[in-house]
C-alpha cells in the first residue's frame, strides 16, 4: 500500500466521535435540553414532513434497505465545518447536532445523506478506494437534495442565470470530495468532469430534479402512484 494510502483518514477526522472507528456512547447525563435531543426532534419532523425525505425513504425500502431512524441516524458533534456524513462503514448517517439548528437545514441534510445512502443501497458503491463511485453520488446529492435550489443560492449571495444550477453541483461536489479525500483539486476536477453528465442526469429515484418543496412534492405523489400507472397499462 503506498504513503498515501496508509495516511488516508476518509474523513473522519470531521467526525470526532467516530475518529477511533466506534460512536461514543450516549450518557443518562443528556437532558431534554441538549443538542442531541433538539437534533433527534427535528430528524423525526424531517422523516414525517419532508417530501424529499419520505420519497427516499420510500424508494429504499421498496429496494429492500429499510431505515431505522434509532439504528441509522446518529446525532453527534462535528467539526464546525460540516453539516452531515454518511458512514458507509457502518451504513449510518451523522448529523451534526452543534452545526444544524434550523429545520429546514435538518431537512437538506437528511435528504442529502440520504441520496448517499439510496446509491449504497443500489450500486454498492466502492466509497474508500474508486473516487469516481464517490464523486458520482457526490454530484447526485447535491443536484437532488435541494442544496443548489434558487432560494438556497440566493442565500448565499450566489447569483447567475446561465447554467448555473450545474455549477454549484460541480462546485458542492468537488468541495465535498477534497473535504474526505486527499487529492489534489487538478485531480478531483478532472473525476468530477468525467463522471458529470451521466451523475447529472440520473434522477432516481425521484425522476427529475426537485428544484423546490413543490417539485418534490409532486416527485413523491408520482413515486407512490407509480404501481397504479403501471397497472392500467
Not at 422523516?47 to 420519497?55: G, H, I, N, R, V
Not at 446509491?119 to 447535491?142: G, Q
Request: aromatic share 10%.
Amino acid at each position: 500500500m503506498d504513503q498515501s494510502k496508509q495516511e488516508e483518514d476518509y474523513g473522519y477526522d470531521l467526525f470526532p466521535e467516530r475518529s477511533q472507528g466506534q460512536q461514543r456512547k450516549s450518557t443518562l447525563k443528556q437532558s431534554l435540553f441538549t443538542f442531541n435531543h433538539k437534533c433527534r426532534v427535528m430528524l423525526q419532523l424531517a422523516m414525517e414532513t419532508s417530501p424529499y425525505a419520505k420519497l427516499l425513504l420510500s424508494a429504499m425500502k421498496s429496494s429492500g434497505c429499510n431505515i431505522y431512524k434509532d439504528r441509522h441516524f446518529a446525532c453527534e458533534d462535528c467539526d464546525g465545518t460540516v453539516s452531515g456524513g454518511f458512514d458507509a462503514a457502518s451504513s449510518q448517517i451523522v448529523l451534526c447536532q452543534n452545526n444544524i439548528h434550523q429545520q429546514s437545514h435538518m431537512n437538506r441534510v437528511v435528504t442529502h445523506e440520504l441520496i448517499h445512502a439510496f446509491d449504497h443501497c443500489r450500486a454498492h458503491v466502492d466509497w474508500f478506494n474508486n473516487y469516481r463511485h464517490l464523486a458520482c453520488s457526490e454530484i447526485r446529492a447535491a443536484n437532488l437534495s435541494g442544496d443548489c435550489s434558487f432560494h438556497n443560492e440566493l442565500a448565499r449571495f450566489n447569483f447567475g442565470l446561465k447554467e448555473h444550477h450545474q455549477k454549484c453541483v460541480r462546485g458542492r461536489a468537488l468541495r465535498s470530495i477534497l473535504a474526505v479525500r486527499k487529492i489534489s483539486r487538478e485531480e478531483a476536477e478532472k473525476i468530477v468532469d468525467d463522471v458529470f453528465d451521466s451523475c447529472f442526469n440520473d434522477h432516481s429515484p425521484f425522476g427529475r430534479i426537485p428544484h423546490s418543496k413543490k417539485d418534490a412534492k409532486f416527485a413523491y405523489r408520482d413515486y407512490m402512484n407509480r404501481d397504479r400507472y403501471h397497472a392500467n397499462l
